[in-house]
């Protein structure tokens, strides 16, 4: 059995996958902006994960632009039956690399053939609505007229399931009276916990919840504290925050990004190690009183 498979799976859509997926927005450029600097580095790290175990891929076409979808459909298709590929939607990128709202009927559907064509595929497996109310975080507003354009799309079968990125805990719940919610992708991690409630009122009703950043907004004194919890286990600092969410509920699916091999590696393994109970209470503490450190 693969080192990955020890951490389970969860339902993603209709589907189950393995907890420890991958983000390939590091795929690109520098600042997720134009081609790799070795694509074939890029190649060669998609195979590693598919042949690790990992059958849970998140994308998007405004990496890049389509660069990361590109490389996805280069490094492995005909995709295996089991790979979930899931893409998200609600921006473009300018050409000075900004990136800008594209959240309107005609850019949605846009998006979701450009999607389709750099990916290679019939249909999209799990799409995500990524609110650009704000680029920096989750702002509150409606996201009704968006949602449902992606609705349509998925009554056309262009798309099996829809979720959520970067939204707020009211905007998800407004969005399940548009339609089913597969995921929610959103910041979170050790320090960074805004979405507690959310994480635990998704888990009890089946849905995945998504992290991305499992290293991003910490302190220097939050992180060397990490750093020193990592020391004590012989482990990495990402390879703890990546077991931490693990261990933080069972509807977590992680996508860490690497355009390294060993990093990858790294980050897959992180699927073996078990937290003890007093190292989690440490990590408790940065979280609450991170300048008692």
């Not at 081609?35 to 890049?64: C, K, W």
Request: proline content about 5%; some cysteine.
């Amino acid at each position: 059995m693969k080192a990955i498979n020890q951490v389970g799976k969860f339902r993603l859509g209709s589907r189950d996958v393995g907890r420890m997926g991958y983000g390939a927005m590091q795929l690109a450029g520098p600042g997720v902006f134009g081609p790799p600097r070795d694509r074939a580095a890029s190649v060669a790290v998609l195979r590693t994960a598919v042949e690790s175990g990992v059958n849970h891929i998140d994308t998007s076409d405004f990496y890049g632009p389509h660069i990361t979808n590109q490389i996805i459909r280069e490094a492995l298709h005909p995709y295996s039956d089991d790979l979930v590929i899931v893409t998200k939607v609600g921006a473009r990128r300018g050409s000075d690399a900004s990136w800008i709202p594209a959240m309107s009927r005609a850019a949605l559907r846009q998006a979701i053939h450009d999607n389709l064509r750099h990916l290679g595929l019939d249909v999209l497996e799990v799409v995500n609505l990524r609110s650009m109310l704000s680029v920096h975080g989750p702002a509150e507003g409606s996201l009704e007229a968006p949602l449902s354009a992606l609705a349509e799309l998925q009554q056309q079968g262009l798309i099996r399931h829809i979720g959520l990125s970067n939204v707020t805990a009211r905007q998800v719940e407004d969005g399940r009276r548009i339609c089913d919610i597969a995921c929610v992708q959103n910041h979170y991690n050790l320090v960074h916990r805004g979405d507690d409630a959310l994480v635990q009122q998704l888990a009890i009703d089946g849905i995945a919840y998504v992290p991305f950043f499992p290293l991003g907004g910490f302190s220097p004194l939050q992180v060397n504290a990490l750093s020193a919890v990592a020391a004590e286990l012989d482990a990495t600092p990402m390879q703890v925050a990546l077991a931490w969410l693990l261990q933080r509920s069972p509807n977590m699916l992680l996508i860490p990004g690497t355009s390294s091999v060993e990093h990858l590696r790294q980050n897959l393994a992180a699927s073996e190690l078990r937290l003890p109970s007093e190292a989690i209470d440490k990590l408790e503490t940065v979280t609450a009183n991170p300048a008692s450190l």
